[in-house]
């Protein structure tokens, strides 16, 4: 196990790598960072020069990479145009993601696996049906659809809640924001719980566990549901790196401050660093991810070992 | 008799049509018995020993007559949660697979402990200790050791037995056991039925053995019930079968078993498939495969006449019983 998790750590080098470089290049082809500082009208081409070696942006892209690593791995994420630190940005605006991603993910976990387990154990059924084929229009119809939708019904039409989230941005306000960024992942979750559990209630074991005489809800919880919920785990964990970083609808619609805001806002004035910082943690926290999924999955289910 | 089917009737309905799987099975067992249900695959053993047990998959599985006689009440006629505790703790059952009849994400221990934690209310703690007793009981070494294992960490032979531990846990009165053998190697069967048959004599037992294999039923069966399309066809003393059958599919089954005095020879197979249950044959549901057939197999059914008189009784479902047995 520990030599399984050191090798694992050791192939997220080159990921890392690879990642960052990548979006390290792709921002530079965006076009030229300067040109959005000045605003509408065309810069000075002196001020120009003079931001461009500010900046470093004179050098080869390969340098400005590797200074930009050598400076990340000091914990320096490098400033935005307008002076703010690249890091400072990060500390409002993960906390305010990160409580964004445990509202959604709860959401999936209660809802989609509630539902999951009733649809699965009826399949078939006018329930089974029904929630089906809901799962489907939640799948088709895109976020901003939804979350515009939801918007203005619970914002403004009923005013159950406020549209725009403030800048505390507490779980209260999150919950309707989480949901629609939940929605989606939600209906997946339910269908492959249901998948899962329709096809495991069948199974040999269930038969023994009813055979022995335990009470249906034992058999569910204990021997059905543990069994069925490995793949699911699976999706769900790989969910949280996506969802981080899937945010920028959500949080659009619902003014939230977050990492989805903070990138779209960074890819519109072109602000290098913002984007590049914002994202490298982002592959970071989707690598972390993935890793825990994988050990998770060993706890899970005993029959797979690492070596 | 401590367990007494009668006339039961077990139906699916699919969507192709309803599959007629039990039609009017009568058998019993008593106490430190041991029942032989002999039949091949879709004859209606396992649904029988399913219905008996409770855990018929209900729909499409349905239950249409009957009687199930336990210690003299009808099961059938109990509630759910009466019925869930006759389960595992009076009747309990084995099954063949036991690699995919366990658990594979629970320790065994866990499930050999749940039976006490959920029919006697022990404690986790004292469940273990159980756990432990019942794995040296079946003859599992450094049980303390394994308890804490789980079911693929076990060899074939080692899961068996721990089927047949979850099984006697709480010392039910009857024990169906459905092919506990059929997926071990040959040398690992011996020693899993002989340490079933030894559990059985201990307790005093009944067992119902549901199987296939016609070599474990000499050794360990007092009664034979021989199935086909449902129906029990012949039913007799072990002994009694193998001298002299009485019906022409119980010959037959007999005939197809290789024998080392005919090397070279080609083995005897009953000729045809068996019949599909949504269409089972009228009169006698075997006679398009029998060598004896004549006219009235095509239209009456055959009721089970006596074979003789006096205990034990011996049964069979055939218009010709007589000629069979002298020929």
């Known amino acids: ?307 | 008799m401590l367990l007494e089917v009668r006339d039961l009737h077990v139906e699916f309905r699919t969507r192709d049509g309803v599959a007629k799987a039990v039609n009017g099975v009568d058998y019993g067992v008593d106490a430190g018995e041991t029942l032989a249900v002999l039949g091949e695959s879709g004859s209606g053993k396992s649904v029988t020993a399913q219905a008996i047990m409770g855990i018929l998959d209900i729909p499409p599985g349905r239950i249409t007559g009957g009687e199930v006689l336990f210690q003299g009440r009808d099961l059938l006629k109990l509630k759910e949660e009466e019925r869930r505790k006759v389960r595992g703790a009076e009747m309990a059952m084995i099954f063949q697979d036991a690699l995919s009849s366990l658990n594979p994400v629970l320790p065994v221990g866990d499930q050999l402990g749940e039976m006490f934690v959920v029919h006697r209310g022990m404690s986790r703690k004292d469940a273990r200790a159980k756990a432990v007793e019942l794995m040296e009981r079946v003859r599992i070494p450094a049980a303390k050791e394994r308890v804490k294992d789980y079911p693929h960490q076990f060899s074939g032979g080692m899961r068996q037995r721990i089927m047949i531990a979850m099984a006697l846990a709480l010392e039910p009165a009857l024990i169906i056991a459905d092919e506990p053998t059929t997926a071990l190697d040959v040398t690992v069967q011996a020693q899993v039925m002989d340490l079933l048959a030894e559990l059985q004599r201990e307790y005093n037992m009944g067992l119902i053995l549901i199987t296939h294999d016609l070599g474990v039923v000499a050794d360990v069966a007092d009664r034979i019930a021989v199935m086909y399309a449902g129906r029990i066809v012949e039913s007799a003393p072990v002994h009694d079968i193998y001298k002299v059958p009485a019906h022409p599919y119980t010959k037959g089954l007999l005939e197809s078993i290789p024998r080392l005095d005919q090397k070279g020879e080609e083995l005897y197979a009953i000729k045809g498939l068996p019949p599909n249950l949504m269409h089972i044959p009228p009169g006698c549901a075997f006679h398009p495969r029998c060598p004896m057939a004549q006219d009235v197999c095509r239209t009456d059914e055959p009721p089970l006449y006596e074979v003789n008189g006096e205990e034990p009784a011996r049964r069979s479902a055939c218009h010709f019983w007589r000629e069979c047995m002298n020929g």
């Open chain 1, 1 to 307: 196990m520990g030599r399984y998790v050191v090798r694992r750590l050791l192939q997220m080098i080159p990921v890392f790598i690879g990642a960052t470089l990548l979006i390290f290049l792709m921002v530079n082809v965006m076009g030229d960072p300067i040109a959005g500082l000045c605003g509408e009208r065309q810069c000075d081409p002196a001020t120009a020069a003079q931001l461009k070696k500010e900046f470093g942006l004179d050098k080869p892209v390969w340098q400005q990479y590797l200074t930009y690593m050598g400076n990340v791995f000091t914990g320096d994420f490098g400033t935005a145009f307008n002076g703010q630190k690249v890091t400072e940005l990060m500390s409002t605006a993960f906390p305010v993601t990160i409580r964004l991603t445990i509202v959604a993910i709860l959401f999936e976990i209660v809802i989609g696996i509630t539902l999951g387990v009733v649809t699965g154990l009826r399949r078939g059924r006018p329930v089974d049906t029904s929630v089906l084929l809901f799962t489907l229009v939640v799948i088709s119809v895109p976020t901003f659809v939804t979350g515009l939708l939801l918007q203005l019904l619970l914002g403004v039409e009923w005013g159950w809640i406020k549209p725009s989230v403030s800048t505390d941005a507490t779980f209260g306000e999150l919950i309707v924001p989480g949901l629609v960024l939940a929605s989606v992942s939600l209906a997946y979750v339910t269908r492959l719980t249901r998948t899962s559990i329709a096809e495991n209630r069948r199974s040999d074991y269930v038969r023994t566990a009813i055979a022995k005489g335990l009470p249906r809800q034992r058999v569910i919880v204990r021997h059905l549901l543990r069994n069925s919920l490995i793949s699911v785990v699976t999706f769900i964990g790989t969910d949280i790196g996506a969802l981080m970083g899937g945010a920028i609808v959500t949080e659009r619609i619902f003014n939230i401050h977050g990492v989805g805001y903070q990138l779209y806002q960074g890819i519109l004035r072109q602000n290098t660093q913002t984007v590049v910082g914002f994202v490298t943690v982002l592959v970071l926290v989707f690598l972390v991810a993935n890793l825990l999924v994988d050990l998770l999955y060993a706890v899970l289910d005993p029959r797979i070992r690492y070596a």
